[in-house]
Structures are given as structure tokens and as C-alpha cells.
Nanobody
Framework: QVQLVESGGGLVQAGGSLRLSCAAS????????MAWFRQAPGKEREFVAR????????YDHGPVKGRFTISRDNAKNTVYLQMNSLKPEDTAVYYC???????????WGQGTQVTVSS
């Protein structure tokens, strides 16, 4: 079992920055992949970024390209999403998720709301 708790969301003006955090517990954090997803009102959940247990990263090369950075601190059991140059279309609930090796994201946090005003 893995428990995930996101934090860091809030209201920010367009062009601003936020850093989301996701604290994990329950299993050895350094052994599994983590990812961020988001879901805007009326839209399907979409992939944002992934960081492998080894540190390799993958991004959605569309809307967030060049603006968001995923990172992890295994000593703190935490994954981060640094979001810069935020746009109103980034408004969504952001979720972190863990893939412990089954090829899918089995564990999810409760989500944190990010609202970007124009």
C-alpha cells in the first residue's frame, strides 16, 4: 500500500508559478515511479509528467512543455511539480500517482486545486 498526499495548490495569476508537492508513505519510495496528472472541469484526466524510480523523466510534450518540471527527493519521500509561466488553461485538480511495478498507476492522492486567473 502507498499513501499519497498532495499540497501546494492555490490561486495564482497568469504568468505566475506554483510548486506542488506529493508526500508518499507506505513503501520504499525510491523503488517506484511517480507521476502527475490533472483534470480540468468537464475534461478527462490527462498525463502531465512522470519520473522513474531511477530519475528519468517524461513530459506531456504539449501544453506543459518547457514550463513544468517534475523532480523527486527520495530522502523526503516526496515528488514535486514546479509550474512556471502558468496559464488559465492550466486550471485543474492536480493528482500525483504511484506505479509500484504493475505497469499502471494504482495509487492516487486526493488532488490539489490549481486555479490560474487571467
Amino acid at each position: 500500500q502507498v499513501q499519497l498526499v498532495e499540497s501546494g495548490g492555490g490561486l495564482v495569476q497568469a504568468g505566475g508559478s506554483l510548486r506542488l508537492s506529493c508526500a508518499a508513505s507506505g513503501r520504499t519510495f525510491s523503488t517506484y515511479d511517480m507521476a502527475w496528472f490533472r483534470q480540468a472541469p468537464g475534461k478527462e484526466r490527462e498525463f502531465v509528467a512522470r519520473i522513474r524510480w531511477s530519475g528519468g523523466v517524461t513530459y506531456d510534450h504539449g501544453p506543459v512543455k518547457g514550463r513544468f518540471t517534475i523532480s523527486r527527493d527520495n530522502a523526503k519521500n516526496t515528488v514535486y511539480l514546479q509550474m512556471n509561466s502558468l496559464k488559465p488553461e492550466d486550471t485543474a485538480v492536480y493528482y500525483c500517482a504511484a506505479n509500484i511495478g504493475a505497469g499502471r498507476y494504482d495509487y492516487w492522492g486526493q488532488g490539489t486545486q490549481v486555479t490560474v486567473s487571467s
